[in-house]
């Protein structure tokens, strides 16, 4: 019923970037989160940054001062710019929100992942 759809990802060089963007549609009563998470190969899933609905952010430390998410409501749609990127930030990255539809109460969903590799 709910799907979420990513887009933006690539290659790009370091010091380069990239802007991500995550589109939510279905039956959607009501949005809360929305975040971005990322998975290395070898290395578990990790939170990258996330947003509730009211706007405010977190982030990880790894990616504090380079990377900003936001969203705009009325698209259903959740950003991650990421400027100033290293190797380090090769992963596939993951969209994700908290969704609440009028037959299921809060539930948390995936977009299909991107992948986003960053060349020396």
């Known amino acids: 019923q709910v799907q979420l759809v990513e887009s933006g990802g690539g290659l790009v060089q370091t010091g380069g970037s990239l802007r991500l963007s995550c589109t939510a549609s279905g039956n959607i009563f009501v949005i809360n989160a929305m975040g971005w998470y990322r998975q290395a190969p070898g290395k578990e899933r990790e939170l990258v940054a996330t947003?509730?609905?009211?706007?405010?952010?977190n982030y990880a430390d790894s990616v504090k001062g380079r990377f900003t998410i936001s969203r705009d409501n009325a698209k259903n749609t959740v950003y991650l710019q990421m400027n100033r990127l290293s190797p380090e930030d090769t992963a596939v990255y993951y969209c994700?929100?908290?969704?609440?539809?009028?037959?299921?109460?809060?539930?948390?969903?995936w977009g299909q992942g991107t992948q986003v590799t960053v060349s020396s």
């Open positions: 994700n929100a908290v969704i609440r539809s009028n037959f299921l109460g809060f539930r948390n969903y």
């Open positions: 947003i509730p609905s009211g706007g405010n952010t």
